[in-house]
C-alpha cells in the first residue's frame, strides 16, 4: 500500500503542509483561508464559482471561509450587476497587505525545499502533477 500514488500524494503534501500550517497559524489563517486570498490577491475581482475552482475548494467551504475572512475585513462580498444570484468577490487592502507579510516566509520554505530536493525535481514534480489534472480536464 505504501506504493501507491494515493498514499504517496497524501504524504508528500504532508511534509509540505507540515512547514506551511505553523507558518499560517502565525497569521491566525488555516490553508484553505490562505488559498482563497491568494487566488484574490492574483485579480481585482472574482466570481465565488472561480475562487472555489482556482482555490480547490468546494462551494460550501468556501462559504464558510468567505464569511470568516469577510468579518475579519480581508475580503469583500458583493453581487454581479444584473445576476444576483452570482457573489463577486475582492481582496481588501487589509488582505492584500496580509498575503504580502506571509509571501517572504512562504518563499523561504519553497527554497529550503528547492535546496533540499532539487530545483529541476521540483519543476519536474510540479510538471508531472499537471499533467496528471490535464488527464482529468481531458474528459470534460
Do not use: C, W
Not at 500524494?9 to 491566525?28: C, F, H, Q, T, W
Not at 517572504?104 to 502533477?129: C, F, I, T, W
Amino acid at each position: 500500500m505504501s506504493r501507491t500514488l494515493p498514499i504517496a500524494l497524501l504524504r508528500g503534501r504532508e511534509v509540505i503542509m507540515s512547514k506551511i500550517r505553523p507558518l499560517l497559524a502565525n497569521y491566525d489563517l488555516n490553508e484553505q483561508q490562505y488559498r482563497v486570498l491568494r487566488a484574490l490577491n492574483e485579480s481585482r475581482y472574482l466570481d465565488a464559482r472561480e475562487v472555489s475552482i482556482r482555490a480547490s475548494i468546494l462551494a460550501p467551504s468556501l462559504s464558510r471561509i468567505m464569511k470568516i475572512l469577510g468579518r475579519r475585513g480581508l475580503i469583500k462580498t458583493g453581487r454581479f450587476e444584473g445576476d444576483s444570484r452570482r457573489t463577486l468577490l475582492s481582496i481588501t487592502p487589509k488582505g492584500r497587505d496580509l498575503v504580502q507579510q506571509i509571501q517572504p516566509e512562504s518563499r523561504a520554505l519553497y527554497q529550503e525545499l528547492d535546496r533540499r530536493l532539487g530545483h529541476h525535481k521540483v519543476e519536474q514534480l510540479l510538471n508531472l502533477l499537471e499533467d496528471l489534472v490535464a488527464t482529468d480536464e481531458d474528459k470534460t
